[in-house]
């Protein structure tokens, strides 16, 4: 498994935007702790304040001015309180009408580690297999997403030297070995540059999805056909139909005609943020 260092230049995902700035100075986390009815960000969601400057957003409005406010107060003074609630009604000039629990913590240049794996255990998990062209035009689509990308290929030359922090590469041969590691709840794609390594790697998560069933999403590129001809082989080797029904071919939402990577990395984003969460035991 290649390693892949977090510290990158700003404008390449939130948390290595976040961790190049604690190399820099304190700043506090302010994290979405809990909502009530109608809120702009979901539990989780989180923002870091800085002296001059913030990373990500909360929700943006006067909620967010408060929050910033709030920390920059806690930040300069070392005082004030750790979880504030905040009624999205006419006094806080937000029509909402939800309520939001935000939690505000101080952190610096020693909590990069800890923040790194709580961040990304706190982000969707996706597995791409295949390092071609459409792969990577996916991983510059879900790197800028809430995601965390295990990036594996047979081919441990195929990867990009520099990468953002959400994004991890891994060198698997033969490529469906990698299966067994995912992190449950992963939402798998499968485009590498082999329809044997493709047909592997479809049987090696549905056989993961027999026994474990923590795998919401598979999605394999390419037409009905191939599909077609995949479902004689699977079945086969002992895969049901409903079993196979478990599987997306063609990938992308319905309606997105255009086969440029670029075009087929939206959609597949998009089909992708559409997947329920599921219950999984970590």
């Known amino acids: 498994m290649a390693s892949m260092p977090w510290k990158r230049y700003l404008n390449v995902s939130l948390q290595s935007a976040l961790f190049e700035h604690l190399l820099l100075e304190p700043g506090v986390l302010v994290s979405v702790q809990s909502t009530r009815g109608s809120a702009p960000r979901e539990a989780g969601t989180w923002m870091a304040v800085f002296a001059a400057t913030t990373v990500a957003t909360v929700g943006g409005g006067h909620l967010e001015f408060d929050a910033i406010a709030h920390a920059r107060t806690l930040l300069q003074q070392g005082v004030g309180e750790p979880v504030v609630r905040y009624a999205l009604g006419p006094s806080l ?3 909402c009408g ?5 939690h505000f913590e101080r952190i610096d240049a020693n909590d990069v580690a800890a923040l790194h794996q709580r961040l990304t255990h706190a982000d969707t998990p996706v597995a791409l297999f295949g390092g071609g062209h459409v792969g990577r035009a ?5 790197a800028n997403l809430p995601m965390h990308l295990t990036w594996v290929d047979s081919r441990d030359e195929i990867f990009p030297a520099d990468l953002p922090a959400n994004v991890l590469c891994e060198h698997s041969d033969p490529v469906h070995a990698a299966v067994a590691d995912l992190r449950p ?4 794609l499968i ?4 329809h044997a390594e493709d047909l592997d790697v479809v049987a090696a998560c549905l056989a993961r999805q027999r026994a474990q069933s923590d795998l919401p999403y598979v999605g394999l590129i390419g037409s009905k056909t191939k599909w077609a001809s995949f479902r004689q082989r699977l079945e086969a080797r002992g895969f049901t139909v409903a079993e196979m029904a478990h599987v997306t071919c063609p990938i992308g939402v319905p309606g997105i005609v255009g086969k440029e990577p670029e075009v087929i990395a939206v959609a597949v984003a998009a089909q992708i943020l559409q997947i329920p969460e599921i219950p999984v035991n970590c």
Do not use: A, D
Not at 98 to 102: D, F, I
Not at 138 to 142: A, F, I, K, P, S
Not at 191 to 194: K, T, V
């Open 191 to 194: 485009m590498s540059f082999s």
């Open 98 to 102: 939800g309520e939001v629990v935000l």
């Open 138 to 142: 996916v991983v510059q689509v879900l």
């Open 93 to 95: 000039g937000q029509c």
């Open 185 to 188: 709840g992963s939402r798998v």
